[in-house]
């Protein structure tokens, strides 16, 4: 029997988990039993297995022949064996932990970090507030919104790890995959459903991928990570184009090819990394809206059988395309599926109407008469009482849903007119607020040096540092979107920002390393779709502040009227942005 004596734990915990460990022990112990359980989960390579997926075993890199030892679903022994000993994952087990959703975040935090799915970010109220539970019971009272209309959860302890993998369950949500080199939180229009100039919902399409990838063993352990985005045509951007498959709804009025009759179609876009600055871009194919989910199925196989399993640099699609070509890639896709690809000119496809910039925030109509109330939570952290309360909000006014965005921030649908300025000021009593911000509706920051051993500044204090400067000595009339990266991962898109900005180490005058940001201006996605362009490097943030200010301001005075930021900054060189920071305030 195993013991846990002066383990902190409570008598009830102790005796669960010596009992729970003590069986799975004993069951080893079976040669009937134990041994089949090493074979199937430990997936012990043959001694002829000398290839991964037409690699040499010898040639892969580290993370695959972490894979290849052992499946990373199959760690669950290990995640309870670690809880019972209340220890961290170590070695490769640090990787295969993130297949369960799980982040060993050292040396950032001594802690786990949970990123569960949530399909086409839609949530119930049960859900939410099951989530603000997890958060109060093992976590530090908090949340975080992520741009993949997600939540994470942190400073979770190993020996909470089951449990908050059990109550994920126990409300209907899931992390398997949510890490690793597997197919992440599928995206979709947040106000999909209830959107007056949309095409189709979505929904419907998204939770089906998502279940699909769930239930398919072999869509897990890709050559890295994939992402996939629905677009339905709505106001509210989803950044499909910066997604592996994006599928955006079209509508095909009028058809010059008799297979094609007038409907709703998808566009497939291939290949957005905006990490590596690249959008993605339209393949020729129209789908149905039936036909997106064996696409996108057959391609993600073709990516796992085909991918680069050595250079973890050259292993997204992107590099599988490049390489071969979409013509290629189609054509072997195709070699899966049970029907044709259809291939149509864009030209001949109705694009729905230019994105709202910050329609995720605000009082905006339903197609059934009621409202949906988009809500500000800045750079996406909110505490537990407040998740209890915009539940209560969306439960009293709305119709017990909440939707989140990729823009760390979230949507309570269903509000009857009648009901609008009680859920507004109700919302307000939380301490966020609803009204749309120019400078702070579009604060993006990734989780930052706080959080993530990689990331070169503390992303999340400097950008409420920043809003909060900027909110005091500016006011825009047109909003401005400011993303901040820690680290060329670009988790927060920094590329596709208004004003994009990337941690770095700075040298200071005195020669301490502090924090700073590489900055880039004039990004955007969908119809302002472009790539900023990198005007300052290695700005100490302790200058960052007043070097915006001095930029907006010149936006403001020498702009055309109804110019936006972004096409200011498109007509001017970098030579002539540049200028318009002092040297004061570029110097270190």
Request: aromatic share 8%; hydrophobic share 35%.
């Amino acid at each position: 029997m195993v013991t846990f004596e002066n383990s902190g734990f409570s008598k009830e915990q102790t005796s669960y988990l010596s009992g729970f460990v003590s069986g799975i022990l004993q069951g080893r112990s079976l040669p009937f039993l134990g041994q089949d359980l090493e074979n199937r989960f430990t997936h012990q390579p043959a001694e002829t297995a000398e290839m991964i997926y037409g690699f040499p075993l010898e040639d892969v890199c580290k993370e695959e022949r972490i894979k290849y030892e052992k499946n990373g679903l199959d760690c669950y022994d290990t995640m309870v064996e670690n809880a019972a000993r209340d220890e961290f994952p170590k070695d490769e087990d640090v990787f295969r932990y993130k297949f369960h959703g799980l982040f060993f975040v050292a040396p950032a935090q001594e802690s786990l970090m949970l990123r569960c799915r949530v399909a086409g970010g839609a949530l119930s109220t049960h859900q939410f507030r099951g989530l603000a539970e997890i958060a109060a019971d093992w976590g530090p009272g908090h949340v975080d919104l992520t741009t993949r209309a997600n939540v994470q959860v942190r400073e979770i302890m190993p020996r909470n790890a089951p449990d908050v993998l059990m109550k994920l369950a126990d409300i209907g949500l899931t992390s398997l995959g949510a890490g690793a080199d597997n197919i992440r939180n599928v995206t979709a229009t947040p106000t999909t459903g209830f959107d007056p100039d949309e095409w189709i919902d979505v929904l419907p399409y998204a939770r089906a991928l998502h279940h699909y990838i769930l239930k398919n063993r072999d869509l897990y352990g890709l050559p890295r990570k994939f992402n996939v985005s629905y677009d339905s045509g709505g106001k509210v951007s989803v950044c499909a184009d910066t997604n592996d498959i994006g599928f955006y709804a079209v509508k095909v009025s009028r058809s010059s090819d008799a297979n094609v009759k007038p409907g709703i179609y998808f566009r497939m876009q291939l290949c957005g990394i905006t990490g590596h600055q690249q959008f993605a871009s339209d393949s020729g194919v129209l789908l149905t809206p039936e036909e997106t989910l064996p696409v996108a199925a057959a391609l993600i196989r073709v990516f796992i059988e085909n991918g680069d399993r050595t250079n973890r640099k050259k292993a997204r699609l992107k590099y599988l395309v490049d390489d071969w070509g979409i013509p290629k890639t189609l054509a072997e896709t195709e070699q899966k599926l049970t029907f044709p690809l259809r291939y149509f000119p864009l030209s001949e496809c109705d694009i729905s109407p230019k994105k709202s910039k910050h329609g995720h925030l605000g009082i905006h109509p339903q197609t059934d008469g009621k409202n949906y109330l988009g809500v500000l939570t800045p750079v996406g952290r909110i505490s537990v009482d407040q998740m209890h309360q915009l539940a209560d909000i969306a439960d009293r006014f709305g119709r017990g849903e909440i939707r989140l965005t990729v823009w760390q921030n979230l949507i309570i649908p269903g509000i009857s007119d009648d009901q609008v300025e009680a859920a507004a000021a109700a919302v307000v009593a939380t301490g966020f607020d609803y009204r749309p911000a120019a400078l702070t509706g579009g604060l993006i920051a990734c989780t930052g040096s706080r959080g993530c051993k990689y990331a070169a500044a503390d992303t999340k204090g400097n950008a409420i540092e920043l809003g909060n400067h900027l909110s005091s000595r500016i006011s825009l009339d047109q909003p401005v979107n400011i993303h901040l990266t820690g680290c060329n991962h670009s988790c927060a898109q920094h590329y596709i920002g208004d004003i994009g900005m990337m941690g770095v180490k700075v040298k200071n005058a005195e020669g301490q390393s502090v924090e700073g940001y590489n900055i880039v201006l004039g990004g955007g996605v969908d119809d302002t779709q472009a790539v900023a362009r990198e005007i300052w490097k290695s700005i100490p943030f302790t200058k960052v502040p007043a070097l915006i200010e001095n930029l907006l301001v010149t936006y403001l005075k020498d702009r055309q009227p109804d110019e936006t930021f972004v096409d200011f900054t498109k007509r001017h060189t970098v030579d002539e942005l540049q200028s318009f920071a002092p040297p004061s305030e570029t110097s270190r």
